[in-house]
């Protein structure tokens, strides 16, 4: 299973979001400031992020994006079903029943082995992805983050929200 890089921004870009202090919003250009993409780029995920009541945009001074609700209330299932959407990956062809020697579908009601073991492997990626929310993300990321960089982080988010 292949995700786009759209999912990985997303990703970031919810992070950020919850990293900001006292809910405050962010405009999308300041988001893509701080993830090094282009503006036009993450607005088109920002825009599915919204659709799925991920984020929402306010206007006005104060506007920008913000999380929609609570950073543990957003698993990487949520966003990565924002991007790449809730189909699944894996879609059965029917191979078996082609070429020469095709089985007929008579012979196919069981889906095969090759079908099933995507499926169970996708139904694992799912889980595992339901389970990672923002709120695990930002500890993690705190972790592996030295004080200069903790002070510039703070300073950057506070430019940036205000």
Known sequence: MRMSEGVEWAAHACAV??????????PG???????????????KHLQALSRADIVVTGRGPAGGYRLARAPAAITLNDIASA????EPAFRCQEVRQRG??????????RPCGIARSFWAAEKA????LREVTLVDLL?????????????????WFESAAR
Request: glycine letters at 10%; charged letters at 25%; aromatic letters at 4%.
């Open 29 to 43: 250009a300041r988001i893509a400031e701080y993830l090094g993409v282009p503006p036009a780029y993450l607005a």
């Open 17 to 26: 979001l919850a990293a900001l202090p006292d809910g405050r919003a962010l």
């Open 139 to 155: 500890a993690d990321a705190a972790r592996g983050i030295d004080a200069e960089r903790a002070r510039a982080l703070g300073a």
């Open 83 to 86: 991007i790449e959407g809730r």
């Open 125 to 128: 990626w799912r889980a595992a």
């Open 100 to 109: 020469p020697v095709g089985a007929s579908a008579q012979a196919c009601k």
